[in-house]
Nanobody
């Protein structure tokens, strides 16, 4: 079992930064691939970034060079550092473990002036 709780969302101006966190409760975190997804109003949920248990990362093209996914296995926490935010990054962001086996409740990110 794995419980996931996201935090760190909010309202930010274009060009700004936010860091999302996902706290995991459960012993399988360190051995699990983790990912961030987002869902904008009226759109399907989309994959944003993922990180394997070994630390290998991947990103969707629209966030490459702006977002960084990382993990701290000692703290059972997943992160998403988001820089140079754009209005089109506005969405509810979810963390997930094991490619959708477990989901958090999400945290809202709004990029607007």
């Amino acid at each position: 079992q794995l419980q996931l709780v996201e935090s760190g969302g909010g309202l930010v101006q274009p060009g700004g930064s936010l860091r999302l966190s996902c706290a995991a409760a459960g012993s399988i975190f360190r051995n699990s691939a983790m990912g961030w997804y987002r869902q904008a109003p009226g759109k399907q949920r989309e994959w944003v970034a993922s990180i394997t248990s070994a630390g290998t990362t991947e990103y969707t093209d629209s966030v490459k060079g702006r977002f960084t996914i990382s993990r701290d296995n000692a703290k059972n926490t997943l992160y998403l550092q988001m820089n140079s935010l754009k209005p089109e990054d506005t969405a509810r962001y979810y963390c997930s473990a094991r490619f959708g086996e477990y989901w958090g409740q999400g945290t809202q990110v709004t990029v607007s002036s």
